[in-house]
């Protein structure tokens, strides 16, 4: 005769522990199961969006800009410039192969130091690879009195901002 027939052994609550083992595991495992899935379901809901930054810049006070300056921002990417004919902005990112160009004020142009191109301060190529000129971006007066340099727009050359 088996032990476990025997009224009062251990052996029948080892059975119930056993069975209440496997239930728990596979409750945790529907669990486990059902948070995945909810996990992939949000991601594959939720949109791909890159965030980028604002293509407006705001270069401040005009009188920031002395007469006659060219004045270089590595971090957005421009150059404004103040010159007689008014204010304008060049893209600092050189057309050949995106490298950022540098001001040389003891040459009066603008250079890139990756294959040597050469720029006048409006942005006409005189030496070197780059097949284009820098783009002139669109820069206006904000409500504030900022200038205000649209890094999207592109608009043709010598079109001045004159305060
Ligand atoms: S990246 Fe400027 S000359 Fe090549």
């Given at each position: 005769m088996a032990e476990d027939s025997k009224p009062g052994s251990a052996q029948p609550e080892r059975k119930v522990d056993r069975?209440?083992?496997?239930?728990r595991l596979?409750?945790?495992s529907l669990g486990l199961a059902a948070a995945g899935t909810?996990?992939?379901s949000y991601q594959y809901m939720s949109p791909n969006v890159l965030?980028?930054?604002s293509p407006i810049v705001n270069a401040g006070s005009p009188e920031k800009y002395a007469m006659n300056s060219v004045t270089?921002?590595?971090v957005t990417g421009i150059y404004l410039i103040h010159l007689q004919e008014g204010f304008f902005?060049?893209?600092a990112i050189c057309t050949h192969l995106g490298c950022m160009t540098a001001w040389r004020q003891d040459l009066g142009i603008i250079a890139?130091?990756?294959h040597g191109s050469r720029f006048t301060r409006y942005g006409k190529k005189i030496a070197g690879p780059a097949p284009k000129p820098l783009p002139w971006y669109r820069t206006w007066l904000s409500d504030g009195g900022d200038i205000?340099?649209?890094r999207a727009t592109v608009i043709p050359p010598m079109q001045f901002l004159r305060i």
């Open positions: 069975r209440a083992f496997f239930a596979g409750l945790s909810l996990s992939f965030y980028e930054p270089e921002d590595q902005s060049l893209s890139c130091p990756c205000m340099v649209d």
